[in-house]
């Protein structure tokens, strides 16, 4: 059997599914004689299980409803003024290269939501912070073994390491 | 006259202000509870929570979703009165220990804590350690070794530390 050395750096893989079959099977057997990959294994499935769940969470406070209605209603606005101050060939030039207009319209309302991806949930993550009485960590040393610490729901704290024995080199 | 005043001013003065500064009681010492738990999924213990775990069941129930062992039950409990920078020290099954040391009160109110789990005899090294911030009556859970280190069916280990608070 090979050592636990060997396994660790493709357990992450083997979870997403990204292994090789060769690979794989080794791994596969492995895992059946070894509990201390078989923690490590649970360990990552817990920690990709938390991401899934936090940002499920963050996405699900997001509140884009009437958002792109609201975008849209300012960009005709807007184009509405812009139109009636401009000259008549204005209204020719825009007729013209409407699809160019229309194409740069679509960019900006795309650019819009990119920027509200962007920003919004750093804001939200700022006052889930200012809220959150949960315990902070500010450091933490696991030594030669692995670890995580999770922030639950509750205000639960998890500081997490895999198994008692360090990698076997 | 005029300097005597100003003196008995001074005095008043001083005095309010070592009154502001004197701690009271309650910030002078820190409660903490550690309780010890055997998270397992032997078909053999019963399934669910210990009910001696009710001061913490939303903390278990919250790590439960995510951990999914079958059984949590509680080995052994501790309660400490601790002064500043005086360590609480419990031993763990398998001859571990633990020594959770409570700092400083920080200008929010939450307590800075160092946290050292120490490996089995005769070595004790250092497994992990520690430094977080809690709120009074928050917990935090410090788990994955084993209970027993030789008997990986008798589950994991995990330790709740609890800043209680002040009656």
Known sequence: ?169 | MLVLCAALLLAQADAGVAATAAPSGVERRVKITIRAIAATNDPQAPVGTDPKLKPIAPQIESFGEQFRFRSYKLIDEHTFDLDWKNAAQVELPGSRSLQVTPRQLDADGRIKVHLELLGEHPAHSRKLHTDYAIQRGGTILVGGIRVDPNDPAAGKLLIAITQEMEK
Request: aromatic content about 6%; some cysteine.
């Open chain 1, 1 to 169: 059997m090979k050592r636990c050395a060997e396994a660790v750096p493709l357990l992450g893989p083997l979870h997403d599914g990204a292994l090789a079959d060769d690979d794989r099977a080794w791994v596969d057997d492995h895992l059946r004689g070894c509990s201390s990959c078989q923690d490590r294994l649970a360990l990552i499935e817990a920690q990709a299980q938390a991401l899934r769940e936090a940002l499920a969470a963050r996405v699900a406070k997001l509140d884009f409803s009437g958002f792109e209605d609201r975008v849209l209603q300012r960009v005709r606005k807007e184009g509405a003024a812009a139109t009636a101050r401009a000259p008549v060939w204005g209204r020719e030039m825009w007729w013209a290269h409407r699809r160019a207009f229309t194409a740069a319209g679509g960019l900006a309302v795309a650019a819009c939501l990119a920027l509200v991806v962007l920003f919004a949930p750093s804001r939200t993550e700022d006052l889930a912070l200012l809220a959150d009485n949960s315990p902070q960590i500010d450091e933490v040393d696991f030594g030669t073994r692995d670890g995580a610490v999770f922030q639950l729901p509750r205000e639960t704290t998890v500081i997490w390491m895999s198994d008692d024995r360090a990698v076997a080199q």
